[in-house]
């Protein structure tokens, strides 16, 4: 059995889904994939099946509705967890994040890292056919977000990130509260806050070309509200 899974969250990833498998295929081809689909309208979850049939070490986890991002990789997370997996990749469907950085992120964790981080915000990292506003939400953003929980992580919404089992068993999961980016922070700040070691290792990010941004105002708005919160309350997560 692989010792590393891939989790690829979906919601209406029809078209990018086959290729997302195929390029981890081919640079991680040590890894099982697990697939989490929210039962998305345009068939991505029979498109995860099919290819669950065709591939070995390819599985799929059904949600039964749109449930946000944190609740999809939580569940996948104890899934993972309760099999003899030594680490646990989040990736994006959508092809924003290029698979063949995983092989160095991967040195990293193996090397000693708890999480490392595939992020945009450090030097080497960069943003590619982002609108400014985009970059700028992000970007400032984070930067807040680093500023108001006193953390020395700059790109805490990133959803590229090895992390070893260990470190996903040695934090409380169950506090885990958020749905959207935040989710993403809260995480890292989780394992931030529990001194286990973070690094972070530079990615050039690309915009999707196919399907549909899930981003809305209502996940930055949530990110905003309760990272201020958790800055004026010094909430140990
Ligand atoms: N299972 C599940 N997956 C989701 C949900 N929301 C988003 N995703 C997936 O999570 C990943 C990130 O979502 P995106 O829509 O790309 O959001 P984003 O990357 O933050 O925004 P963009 O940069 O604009 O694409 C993609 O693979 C989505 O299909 C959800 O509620 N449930
Ligand atoms: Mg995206």
Not at 96 to 118: C, K, R, T, Y
Not at 219 to 236: D, F, H
Request: proline letters at 4%; one cysteine or more; glycine letters at 8%.
């Amino acid at each position: 059995m692989a010792n590393t899974l891939v989790v690829v969250p979906t919601y209406n990833e029809i078209t990018n889904l086959p290729k997302i498998v195929g390029r981890l295929r081919q640079s991680v081809p040590f890894a099982d994939i697990l697939i989490v689909d929210d039962s998305s309208p345009d068939g991505t979850g029979e498109k995860a099946d099919e290819l669950s049939r065709q591939e070995d070490g390819v599985f799929v986890l059904h949600r039964s509705q749109k449930d946000g991002l944190g609740r999809a990789y939580l569940e996948a997370f104890s899934w993972g967890l309760n099999r003899p997996y030594h680490y646990i990749i989040e990736i994006d469907a959508d092809g924003s994040h290029d698979p063949m950085e995983l092989q160095a992120m991967h040195l990293l964790a193996e090397e000693g890292a708890d999480l490392v981080i595939g992020s945009r915000w450090i030097p080497g990292g960069s943003v590619l056919n982002w609108p400014w506003v985009r970059r700028f939400i992000s970007r400032s953003g984070n930067q807040y977000a680093k500023w108001a929980l006193r953390s020395k992580i700059n790109d805490l919404t990133s959803g590229f990130r090895v992390f070893r089992s260990d470190t996903l068993r040695e934090m409380d999961l169950k506090r885990i509260a958020s749905q959207g980016y935040c989710f993403q922070i809260e995480l890292a700040w989780l394992a931030e806050s529990s001194g286990l070691s973070v690094v972070e290792h530079p990615i050039k990010f690309l915009e999707r070309t196919d399907g549909k941004s899930k981003m809305h105002f209502g996940i930055v708005a949530e990110a905003l509200i309760k990272v201020t919160w958790w800055g004026i309350s010094r909430r140990k997560p």
